[in-house]
């Protein structure tokens, strides 16, 4: 029987950015005061994508983004740049 | 029968972002001396999106832009942030 073995899987960068976008999205969420269901009305899209932006799943389109980012008066490149 | 009339369309960020990605993407990959082709194989998708993406239509999905921007080693937000 082949013993446990310890695997390292790099994080790719598409999933640092699923992980950032999802991040962001919270934190700015939050700091509006604002529901996911509110958010997805602001930004005139489906509320599970706003629910999927959170959980770090799926490949958003710019298009999306770019709404989701207007909802949250901040640019489409806050949700996706490395901290400062 | 009705005079031609003026009409101004705003642009959305959304078309402003897509021709922003065009351009970069264009002159990046003009600045690495390789074709549509080439960053296609590059970034190991179909060369219609890099096609697309040159040509500011469609609407590129988050995995889309950062296998080219991976393949052109710049950061997704190169692709996208406002000039400086």
Redesign the interface.
Known sequence: MEPWRLVLVKST??QR??KR?AERVRSYRKLRNISQEDLADLAEIDRTYVSQSERAVG?????V???VA?ALDV???DL???AT
Chains 1, 2 share one sequence.
């Open positions: 960068e598409f950015l699923q976008l490949n958003p389109s710019l298009g983004m770019v709404k207007g640019h489409v490149t996706l740049q490395p």
